[in-house]
């Protein structure tokens, strides 16, 4: 009787062979290593850890305003692997990540600055957060040989999009028309959405068959995204992937101008169809919460303040101006205000018992400007908001003597007093804490990203 093949003895030899090169390479005492690490720390420390923090919880001083947020690397999950769903990522998902960055968020790609064995330092650093790099081994998918898209793959990978239900959250259309479940959250408890499938330039997993194919083969752990391993044949699997690439839209810096004017028509018609979600959209994009929240004084937005006002504004010698309270709560918030009130707050800049609005730190002037449908969106979204209680003080405003002597100190003696209202070069190095938080500039960089199809 034959117990082993001949391939199972080249396989065994191989292995061990592979076994005893590894052990040979890697010992322990090795003085690269600990200069690997101090490396490895520096790049982390220097240019992760504004947003993962310094101990890898997802911290950093620019991570409360992230939507989504920076990950934390103490628990071991991430959501972007060619490992199956739970397992850890192998070394080169975690570098392909932070090569290429995750697009839409603010985890940029850092293969301009960081290669070869800074790479890896920064890897291996990144890994001690976790003692489950330590405890287990990633497990690789098997990934079977590719089918390639053709027109057949494509009608029968749109079937198992049905079978498959992925619909629910993506939509019919993998646009969300008819999707059945909205409002999702994450294992860390934060926001998050089901991605438009029609916008393949904005997967942070890759675009290309198989890094779909990789993407619902392992689920995006952490996430509502499953994993749908084991639930279709390989072969129905890749029909899918082809499908999916070929749902994918132009995108608008690729279309001629009567394909720009129908797809702007298609987009006003669903913000008619569903103001909810389009004032929601806004309202994230143009940032209305960065000023409306509360800050520490070292400029950490408050866990769940979002809107419900407190960032000050020292506007010298205008006097300190409170971003106000905009949730629905009836005696400090817009609870009782009519619909025309807050438009008229936000577009005119006057509050609803008359007092009129600087032009800035809110720029009304230029929200004025939004189409009439996109107002009233913003006021039916706002309205959704749960109301949180909070009263804001009014407006500190100085006498009239204090103003014109401010004003006198600024224009005439040219004092050097930083303040929004009278931006002066040689003031920079001091912006006072009224400007707009840095992490709220940052915020609005990665959103300009995100929305780089922003309406004309
Ligand atoms: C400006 C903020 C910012 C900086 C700086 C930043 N990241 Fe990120 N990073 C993020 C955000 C936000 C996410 C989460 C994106 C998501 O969930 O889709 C993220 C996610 C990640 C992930 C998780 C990917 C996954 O599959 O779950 C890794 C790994 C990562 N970052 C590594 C790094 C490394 C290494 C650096 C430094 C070289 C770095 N990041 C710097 C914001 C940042
Ligand atoms: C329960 C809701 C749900 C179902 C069902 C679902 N998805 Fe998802 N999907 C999500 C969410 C939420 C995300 C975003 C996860 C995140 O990063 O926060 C996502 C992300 C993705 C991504 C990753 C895009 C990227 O950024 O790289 C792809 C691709 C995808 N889904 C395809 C599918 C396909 C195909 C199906 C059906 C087999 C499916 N999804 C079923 C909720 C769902
Ligand atoms: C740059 C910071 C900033 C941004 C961004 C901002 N606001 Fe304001 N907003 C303020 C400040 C400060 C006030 C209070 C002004 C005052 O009291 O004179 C205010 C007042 C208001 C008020 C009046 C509320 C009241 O109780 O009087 C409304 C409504 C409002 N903002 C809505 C919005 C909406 C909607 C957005 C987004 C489209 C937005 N704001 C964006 C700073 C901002």
Redesign the pocket.
């Known amino acids: 009787m034959k117990f082993f093949s001949r391939g199972m003895v080249l396989f065994f030899a191989g292995t061990c062979w592979i076994g005893l090169g590894n052990y040979l390479l890697s010992s322990p005492a090795d003085p690269n290593d600990a200069a690997q690490a101090s490396l490895g720390k520096t790049?982390?420390d220097a240019?992760?850890s504004?947003?993962?923090g310094i101990s890898g919880k997802g911290d950093g001083a620019?991570s409360a305003l992230?939507n989504?947020?920076?990950?934390n690397f103490t628990s071991g999950m991430?959501?972007?692997?060619s490992t199956e769903s739970g397992s850890l990522?192998t070394d080169d998902?975690?570098m392909t990540?932070?090569k290429n960055g995750?697009y839409g968020?603010?985890?940029?790609d850092?293969a301009p600055f960081?290669t070869g064995d800074s790479l890896k330092a920064?890897?291996n650093y990144?890994k001690t957060f976790s003692a489950r790099f330590q405890n287990e081994k990633p497990h690789p998918v098997h990934i079977s040989s590719q089918i390639p898209s053709s027109a057949a793959s494509i009608v029968a990978g749109k079937k198992v999009y049905a079978k498959l239900q992925c619909a629910n959250c993506h939509g019919t259309d993998g646009a969300g028309a008819g999707v059945i479940a909205k409002d999702f959250k994450d294992n860390w408890d934060f926001e998050t959405n089901a991605v438009n499938l029609i916008e393949p330039w904005t997967f942070?997993g890759g675009s290309s068959a198989r890094d779909i194919y990789l993407r619902f083969r392992t689920g995006v752990d952490g996430t509502p995204m499953p994993s749908y391993a084991g639930t279709v044949s390989e072969k129905e699997m890749w029909d899918l992937a082809n499908y999916v690439v070929s749902i994918g839209r132009k995108p608008v810096w690729k279309m001629n101008e009567n394909e720009i004017r129908e797809f702007y028509a298609k987009l006003d018609a669903q913000a008619k169809a569903d103001p909810v979600e389009r004032g929601k959209y806004l309202v994230r994009t143009i940032g209305c919460a960065s000023c409306h929240s509360t800050y520490t004084d070292d400029l950490r937005l408050v866990e769940g303040t979002q809107l419900s006002g407190g960032l000050t504004f020292d506007l010298y010698p205008f006097g300190k101006y409170v971003a106000r309270n905009l949730t629905s709560d009836m005696e400090t918030g817009l609870g009782n205000w009519t619909d025309q009130e807050i438009k008229r707050a936000f577009t005119q800049g006057i509050s609803r018992d008359g007092r009129k609005f600087l032009p800035f730190p809110m720029a009304w002037p230029a929200y004025a400007s939004m189409k009439e449908d996109d107002q009233n969106a913003i006021v039916t979204y706002l309205r959704t908001v749960p109301a949180v209680h909070h009263k804001i003080p009014d407006p500190e405003k100085p006498n009239i003597f204090s103003y014109l002597w401010g004003k006198f100190r600024m224009l005439i003696l040219k004092e050097r007093i930083p303040s929004p209202a009278y931006p002066m070069k040689e003031a920079t190095e001091q912006q006072p804490v009224s400007q707009i938080s840095p992490s709220a500039t940052?915020n609005f960089a990665a959103r300009a990203d995100r929305e780089k199809e922003a309406r004309p």
């Open positions: 790049i982390f240019r992760c504004p947003c993962h620019a992230l989504p947020r920076p990950r991430f959501k972007f692997r990522p998902d975690l990540t932070v995750l968020t603010a985890m940029s850092w960081i920064v890897v990144m942070r940052k």
